[in-house]
């Protein structure tokens, strides 16, 4: 049983169209982060969220934690080719405890 | 410093024989993990070390699998008698946990094991 859900799992897109992924729990954490991985290499941290309801922009990105800090989503507006990657959610529950990683969201951008 | 450097970057070996994977982590960072990592999946959590202290070790991992992380510096991952099941990419990560809730993990690129 995954703690950490992410929906879509797949998601093929048009280059210039936006997104939403998701990520859900049954479980509150503590903080939740987003990385992005592209074949063949280690994931890469692109935000961390810490207080409920808190956004957080990076560029076209746009990150939000739950209310109840049981989920995230990040947005993305008008897709790039460059934007391919898989998409992971990762938490800790509490404050010294480990990382644990979704399932992932894999993303592809047609030119 | 370059970062997290993982050796081998592959391994093939068969099945029944042991094998033995290392780690070196940023310098300065105290945490270091290892997970395990299936073509289209998360990483999986198998272990990890605070300084040289194995802190937790997934209970879904066989006894096959053990780690250690000698001084607190570079860590090793042991999987002994392989199986085919073993076959996966070996992730590890290390962090500077200095207070609650912003741990950043930064990862090597990997160690890709198959098992014929």
């Known amino acids: 049983t995954q703690l950490l859900e992410q929906s879509p799992q797949f998601l093929s897109i048009q280059e210039g169209e936006n997104l939403t992924v998701y990520c859900n729990s049954s479980?509150?954490?503590?903080?939740l982060q987003w990385y992005r991985q592209e074949p063949g290499e280690g994931p890469v941290l692109l935000v961390t969220?810490?207080?409920?309801?808190e956004v957080k922009k990076l560029k076209r990105l746009t990150f939000q934690f739950g209310d109840a800090r049981k989920d995230s989503s990040l947005h993305i507006t008008a897709a790039q080719p460059g934007d391919t990657g898989l998409y992971l959610c990762?938490?800790?529950?509490?404050?010294?405890?480990?990382?644990?990683f979704g399932p992932g969201t894999s993303l592809s951008v047609i030119p | 410093d370059t970062g997290v450097s993982q050796n081998p970057r592959h391994k093939i070996t068969k099945r029944g024989q042991n094998v033995t994977f290392r780690c070196d982590p940023i310098?300065?960072?105290?945490?270091l993990y290892w997970y395990r990592q299936t073509l289209g999946q998360g990483p999986e959590f198998l272990t990890y070390?605070?300084?040289?202290?194995?802190?937790?070790k997934s209970r879904l991992l066989s006894d096959r699998f053990s780690a250690e992380r000698p001084k607190g510096s570079f860590s090793t991952l042991e999987i002994q008698r392989t199986e085919q099941g073993d076959s996966a990419m070996y992730l590890c990560?290390?962090?500077?946990?200095?207070?609650?809730?912003?741990?950043?993990?930064?990862f090597g690129s990997g160690t890709q094991l198959s098992v014929l």
């Open positions: 990560a290390s962090s500077l946990a200095q207070g609650p809730r912003n741990e950043k993990l930064f």
């Open positions: 479980s509150v954490f503590s903080s």
């Open positions: 969220v810490v207080t409920g309801g």
């Open positions: 990762a938490g800790a529950r509490t404050s010294y405890d480990k990382v644990i």
């Open positions: 310098s300065e960072h105290n945490r």
């Open positions: 070390f605070q300084n040289e202290a194995q802190l937790e």
